[in-house]
Every structure is written in structure tokens, then in C-alpha cells.
């Protein structure tokens, strides 16, 4: 539970400077279904997350976001039966 106030407090001083969108983060972090998804996810490492999503989509672009890493993949319509703009 500490984490949510330090969450909140970090996206305040750090982030937005929005008392509203701090009080949300706190709001978020303290949900039972938030609560219960923390305490029984094991997370992958940054290696490992990379590991995975670049073996089910290959050329994504991997960047670390506050403490998490994002994953960003653009596949070609044209590679896999649809169409591209202009064609």
C-alpha cells in the first residue's frame, strides 16, 4: 500500500504537478482488483519482457517508461493481406 501514496506523490512532484491526477493514481493503486493483480502477477525482468515480446513480435521497439519498459510494434498491411494507403 506504500507504494500507491509513493506512486501518487512521484506523479505529482515528478510528472503532472496536478493535485486531480494524483489523487486518480492513488485512487487506481488502492482498487481491490489493483490490489489483488499486485500481489499475485509475477512481472517478467526488462530482459525478460524483451525476450518474450520480441519472439511474438519481431522489430518492436522497446522503451522504458517511468517502471515499466514499452512495447511498440508496427506490422505491414501489405505483408499480411491488407492494403496500404495508395495502393
Known amino acids: 500500500m506504500r507504494e500507491a501514496f509513493v506512486d501518487a506523490e512521484e506523479s505529482y512532484r515528478q510528472r503532472s504537478g496536478d493535485y486531480r491526477i494524483a489523487a486518480k493514481v492513488l485512487e487506481l493503486r488502492l482498487h481491490p482488483a489493483w490490489l489483488e493483480h499486485v500481489t499475485t502477477n509475477v512481472p517478467f525482468t526488462r530482459d525478460g519482457f524483451v525476450r518474450?515480446?520480441?519472439?511474438?513480435?519481431?522489430?518492436a521497439v522497446f522503451t522504458d517508461l517511468h517502471k515499466e519498459v514499452t512495447a511498440v510494434h508496427?506490422?505491414?498491411?501489405?505483408k499480411h493481406g491488407g492494403t496500404t494507403q495508395g495502393q
Open 52 to 59: 518474450q515480446y520480441s519472439a511474438v513480435f519481431p522489430g
Open 74 to 78: 508496427r506490422r505491414s498491411p501489405a
